[in-house]
């Protein structure tokens, strides 16, 4: 059992250090490339709601408009939505029995929408956006995703009302729990969860115990969490808020 922890944490490390290395790489390989990588890691400074509407806008208006549509503006053409989106969009252009607009997610057009924010987290974030009428029965979940430092609409899906889904948690991986193992620039002073995102392993988050943290034996029993019990390369599910120095844990759940 020892030797097979033991493999599995040198795994994880050296996924870590794959990582890295390949992050500084890539900000040492040219200035253009350098430019590229930081820019990636920078969050938005833009507001989801900004960016949402400088999309929704002027699609409302050349739906409104007498002599044009959003396909003849040319709006799908918008650098403010992502490849897949607008292949997606495209695709539903004139699709028999289609009576709802994709993008307003409305069958009457509204002459106002407004919007607010569902959550956002640094790299990713959802807006609604709803029709100023009040017997509107649908409204548009816009996903936002951090890509070069700025906020591209990858998604949007049509939801009842202004009912947003429940999102009780910023951050929410499974992965394996790693202390003294991690390697710099990593402190191994905090507890990490090595997690895989969007395909890619070797991501890693620094975990903040606080009084109010709770942890969950794979038996189900709820307690206080005591970093003293936890042990290098554990299985566990991490779900907390996001900070800028990682996150802030809620709830710990140990799974086999």
Known sequence: MNNRKNLLI???????????????????????????????????????????????????????????TPYESDLLSSPLISENLRERLKSEVGVSGLQVDSVLCQVVVPEK????????????????VIPRRSDASESALVTLTAIDGKWI????????????????FDFDHEGFLLKQSVVPPLDPNNWHLVFTQNGQPGHTAPIFFNEASKCVSVDGTESVCNQDQITEATKAIIKGDMTEAGVSLRRLEFTQ
Request: charge should be negative; include cysteine.
């Open 113 to 128: 929408i407004g919007a607010k924010i569902i959550y956002t987290n640094g790299t990713e974030a959802q807006v609604m």
């Open 153 to 168: 609409i990858s998604d949007i899906i049509c939801s009842g009302g202004e009912i947003a889904p429940v999102r009780e």
């Open 10 to 68: 040198g795994f994880l490390v050296v996924m870590i250090v794959v990582v890295v290395f390949v992050g500084w790489k890539l900000s040492n390989s040219s200035s253009s490339t350098d430019n590229d990588f930081l820019s990636a890691a920078i969050v938005p400074v833009d507001d989801p709601i900004d960016v949402t509407m400088s999309f929704y806008t002027p699609w409302l208006e050349a739906l409104l408009s007498t002599t044009t």
